[in-house]
């Protein structure tokens, strides 16, 4: 029987302290820590960023402060353009609104006066859409700048009804 009452003793001071601990873990508001923990640190930051601002202390830790390169004065290109004109055969300009030049799929223009120059960039595709005619249409490539480079200069091209890729622009 002495053992029974040594461990119901036991059980009840482990009750006690667990029951202790419950009620301190409740007294806690945790709300109230974080709130105060952020209120502190906030506080702290705004402290530091003052004094590096009026102690003159901020340059010295910056690594980068001086400017590097030029400003741009007026429009300067990253990438080289070049400039073709496209021409419709004289015999097919009355279907010429309806026959468009696509540049990178999408358009660029039409043939209603018979030509048309497009300002390119490097690996542009030129592309003509003559689905709206019903007959055939032919279109050459009339020039280029210098700085093209064109395998197909002098070439025709004949389309009937369709889109046909002219030409992927090469610059130097």
Request: avoid cysteine; aromatic fraction near 8%; glycine fraction near 6%.
């Amino acid at each position: 029987m002495k053992r029974k009452s040594h461990k119901a003793g036991k059980m009840l001071k482990t009750t006690k302290k667990n029951n202790i601990l419950k009620s301190f873990a409740m007294s806690i508001n945790i709300e109230k820590i974080l709130f105060t923990g952020f209120f502190i640190f906030f506080s702290l930051l705004l402290l530091t960023q003052v004094m590096f601002t009026l102690l003159g202390l901020k340059e010295g830790l910056i690594i980068n402060s001086r400017i590097e390169g030029f400003p741009l004065e007026k429009e300067e290109y990253l990438y080289k353009e070049g400039e073709i004109t496209l021409e419709l055969r004289s015999e097919y300009r009355k279907e010429g609104h309806k026959v468009k030049i696509l540049v990178n799929g999408e358009e660029a223009g039409d043939f209603s006066f018979g030509q048309l120059s497009l300002n390119v960039k490097h690996g542009d595709i030129i592309e003509i859409d003559s689905t709206n005619v019903n007959s055939k249409v032919q279109v050459t490539i009339k020039k280029t700048s210098p700085n093209i480079i064109n395998d197909d200069f002098s070439k025709e091209f004949v389309l009937n009804a369709e889109v046909k890729r002219i030409i992927k622009v090469k610059i130097q």
